[in-house]
């Protein structure tokens, strides 16, 4: 139960990164997610964001012990959530609602995202490291 419940976590977390930039940045065409962290939600951000929607897609078909790689996806959620949680008290939701409402959606959700998704790879990372084949 544990495992099928581990692959489909892994297999929502990867549909929701590629699934949600697709959609939310307009096909890469959405400006307003790039300019309101030109930085880090560039167009390459967000292509990266996929990437590592692919990653967690790959990482749902390997049927044994994925502890260090869930470690490594925790961490990467968790350098997201505090981008998120630093530029969500720096800017205005308002603003950028009035800008786009798909830029607003965006930046409304992404960091919650990111931290319920972290919470899942430590709860994995955990369950691995009670498992006797480490």
């Known amino acids: 139960m544990n495992k099928k419940l581990i692959r489909r976590g892994l297999i929502a977390s990867g549909l929701i990164n590629i699934g ?13 997610i790039n300019e309101a962290d ?3 939600m560039s167009n390459f951000g967000l292509l ?6 692919l990653a967690f897609l790959g990482a749902s078909t390997i049927p044994s012990n994925i502890k260090w790689l869930a470690g490594a996806f925790a961490v990467e959620k968790l350098v ?3 981008t998120w949680i630093r530029w969500i008290s720096e800017n205005s939701l308002t603003q950028i609602y009035a800008t786009d409402i798909f830029a607003g959606v965006f930046y409304s ?3 919650l995202n990111d931290f319920l998704f972290m919470c ?3 709860w994995v990372y955990l369950y691995y490291s009670k498992t006797k084949n480490n």
């Open 20 to 32: 949600a930039v697709l959609i939310l940045s307009r096909g890469f065409t959405n400006t307003a």
């Open 38 to 40: 030109p930085v880090v």
């Open 48 to 53: 990266m964001i996929m990437v590592w929607g």
């Open 80 to 82: 997201y959530t505090i």
């Open 109 to 111: 959700v992404y960091g």
């Open 120 to 122: 899942f790879f430590v």
